[in-house]
């Protein structure tokens, strides 16, 4: 089996992709920190923990300027976007024009008491992951796939946890890894909070675009578990990944609102005629 190793989240840092993916992670993250109770985070596609909207790669295709940089020039958002923004700007005192990938997010958040796994399979990558947390004793991190991660890892002792599936989806069969990886992970730990990534993809010639629903419909048909599903198109006549969507396993309180509440506005911002969202719940089945 050959594993491409092309994917570099450093070309995407920052888009409209990340803005939900790390919204959403951290409001979970902070409400299961309410609790004094310890909890673990798992990260099976990390990435490198930290990137530069200066670099090369961040400004070959600008996918930022749709995504944060909207947010970030926008004088008044809603409180529901306050702790992302923070850490935002606790990541650019350090480094001026960094973006912080979703390992770095969740660090912050997490207390002394919490675990942290960190799984990254491209090499260059997972050395600058490592560096990033090389003094951080509650971070594990892997140089390999996460696919296959929950098994030695679920149940966690304390019975809390998020784990964020979030691959590159480079290869179709990676649709399929995501939902097995759900099952191993759900099988052993039914109650942890699930978030699952996709990409919404308008390509001529390609089926990628029907393997998110399948994906998805595969997700909703399957587990019992309550389930928040969440779609931002960032642009509907945009050709290539027009916009992205979460499914939230086990979605803690209060996240159904105040995602409403942030994509509602991000879709209201100057300039996004096309965008659009959708947010649905499916409750527990009790059959």
Known sequence: ?????????AFHAGNHADVLKHLTLILCCIQLSKKEKPFCYIDTHAGAGMYSLESDAANKNREYVNGIQKLLDTPASPDVFAPYLALLKKAQTSRAHAYPGSPWLAAQITRAQDKLHFYELHPTDYQMLKRLFSNDNRISTSNQNGYQSLKSLFPPATRRGITLIDPPYEQESE?????????????????GVYLVWYPLIKRENSSKGSASEKMVKRILSEFN???LHVRYIADSQAKGMYGSGM???NPPW???DQLKQALSFLCELKGCQHSEHSISLKTMDTN
């Open 247 to 249: 499914v939230i396993i």
């Open 254 to 256: 209060g996240l159904e």
């Open 225 to 227: 578990q309550e389930q």
């Open 1 to 9: 089996k050959v594993i491409m190793l092309s994917y570099r989240h």
């Open 175 to 191: 649709y399929s890894e995501v939902f097995t990886t759900l099952k191993d992970g759900i099988k052993r730990f039914s109650t």
